[in-house]
């Protein structure tokens, strides 16, 4: 198993690794600071560093077949040659694209704090942010904006703990994710808090405090279906959604 550094500390941009195994599949490291896709959020990329210097580009990162199994995804195959088990690198993401990431994990869940309703369906990338909640009722884009602007501006602290899974089964109320759920089978759920705001499982990165979302609107409310409101959020000024 790979050791999930950014699990516990999402701010972490790189790490000293050893190469375990590299293939067509991927590179797979004793331990990375590499999100792999899931959840909905996107995977990272960045940058392998051998010894020498030189920068393998990491163009993707994905969960392996096997459990606990991350791959980095090289942007050139060819380079697969330099990386041999025990090859020692040190392992770098994209630290632009990760922030972005934070930023829109937790903003999304500003959003939920506000839509009180299921998701089912959830995309978290460094150009934008979408939630599909299961309702029928209208959303209004410029109410949910002024929402996010004041949980934004009221600093409210950011952590996770970890809960049993018995503790999970006591409390069903705490999944609101129709088409994510929890990873089980490991004993424990890595859950998010957002101090008075928001709980729920959860296993991406995230802001320590909701100040460091920043300025983020909504671009866009849609009809997906009779039961579907897709809400779409950017950063402000920019284009993205």
């Known amino acids: 198993m790979t050791e999930e550094l950014f699990r516990e500390d999402a701010r972490l941009l790189e790490c000293p690794a050893v190469v375990l195994s590299c293939g ?20 990272d990329a ?11 580009a990491v163009a993707d990162t994905r969960k392996g077949a096997q459990p606990g199994e991350i791959l980095h995804l090289l942007a050139s195959a060819d380079e697969a040659a330099l990386l041999v088990p025990g090859t020692p690198v040190i392992a770098c993401i994209d630290a632009a694209r990760r922030q972005a990431h934070m930023r829109f994990h937790t903003a999304t869940h500003l959003l ?28 209004d884009k410029e109410a949910l904006t002024a929402g996010i602007a004041r949980l934004v501006a ?17 409390n069903p109320q705490l999944v609101r994710s129709m088409s994510v759920q929890p ?18 499982p959860c296993g991406g990165t995230h802001v320590s405090n909701t100040a460091e979302v920043g300025p983020v609107i909504v ?10 409101r897709r ?8 284009a993205s959604g």
């Open 46 to 56: 960045g940058v392998l560093v051998l010894a020498d210097g030189r920068e393998l």
């Open 231 to 238: 809400v779409v959020l950017g950063f402000a000024g920019s």
């Open 154 to 170: 009221e600093g409210h602290a950011v952590r996770h703990r970890w809960i049993s899974e018995a503790e999970l089964d006591a």
């Open 219 to 228: 671009t866009k409310i849609e009809k997906k279906s009779a039961m579907t």
């Open 183 to 200: 990873p089980r089978g490991l004993g424990r759920v890595r859950v998010l808090e957002i101090d008075g705001v928001d709980l729920q």
């Open 24 to 43: 067509e599949q991927g590179v797979v490291l004793d331990r990375t600071v590499f999100y792999p896709l899931g959840g909905g959020q996107a995977g």
């Open 112 to 139: 939920c704090a506000l839509v009180p309703h299921p998701v089912d369906g959830c995309s978290i990338t460094a150009g934008y942010a979408r939630l599909d909640f299961h309702m029928a009722a209208p959303l």
